[in-house]
């Protein structure tokens, strides 16, 4: 079955310094991956997919399919990425599977 | 563009009672997603609905149900809500394949006393 894999609950950062949020799935086939953000009060908006090579708010993810790992990074963190962060998994034939998802909190 | 609407956006009930929580979407996707968000546990699938006519369970499917009404409404309903159900409910829809984003309601957020 598939499964995604968010180890951190909560991450907290200083403003400025470099974020890894780590994403780790289960999957024997070729699976698209996708990192979704929820902003306070907001409702939940996908962020990138690994399939579009894209850079987001400064945001980017590379699928790491030797380590089945799709890991969010940003360079320099700032106040306003402080967010819920859900990485999920598409598999082809079953709905989008969403880790436990790791709450970001950017400390000025 | 309204995208997913859900309705309403808090609920309290007694243990025993009954609710529908309802979505719509004008994005015209064939299917459509309720998921539940507890702390700790992330999102987890209630149910979906592939296309209009098909709904199958997901994860954490006993104690609710849902009809697909049409194209644009897929419905969630608690037929005798439990204090387990406490939770906040989030519609999403989406094309059906690949690469596809799913695009989510506001969500509703369900007390059960």
């Known amino acids: 079955a598939q499964r995604v894999t968010q180890p951190e609950k909560l991450l907290s950062v200083f403003k400025g310094a470099p974020v890894e949020l780590k994403c780790n799935y289960s999957?024997?086939?070729?699976?698209?991956l996708f990192w979704y953000v929820q902003y306070s009060r907001q409702r939940l908006q996908l962020l990138l997919r690994?399939?579009s090579r894209e850079s987001i708010k400064g945001f980017t993810a590379d699928l790491n399919k030797g380590e089945t790992s799709f890991h969010l990074k940003k360079p320099f963190a700032q106040e306003e990425d402080s967010a819920m962060y859900y990485c999920?998994?598409?598999?082809?034939?079953?709905?989008?599977?969403f880790g436990k998802g790791t709450r970001l909190s950017v400390i000025a | 563009n309204a995208g997913v609407t859900q309705t309403p956006k808090f609920q309290v009930l007694k243990t025993g009672q009954s609710m529908t929580l309802q979505c719509a979407q004008d994005?015209?996707?064939?299917?459509m997603y309720w998921y539940r968000q507890d702390p700790g546990m992330g999102l987890r699938l209630i149910y979906y609905?592939?296309?209009?006519?098909?709904?199958d369970k997901g994860e954490v499917p006993n104690g609710y149900n849902v009809s697909r009404l049409n194209k644009r409404e897929f419905s969630l309903r608690l037929e005798s809500a439990a204090p387990s159900q406490t939770s906040v409910y989030f519609c999403?829809?989406?094309?059906?394949?690949?690469?596809?984003?799913?695009?989510f309601g506001q969500g509703t957020r369900l007390t059960v006393v």
């Open positions: 609905s592939a296309s209009e006519g098909t709904t």
């Open positions: 999957y024997s086939g070729s699976p698209e």
């Open positions: 999403a829809s989406s094309y059906t394949g690949p690469n596809t984003e799913a695009f």
């Open positions: 994005m015209n996707h064939n299917s």
């Open positions: 999920a998994l598409y598999s082809g034939n079953t709905p989008l599977v």
């Open positions: 690994h399939i």
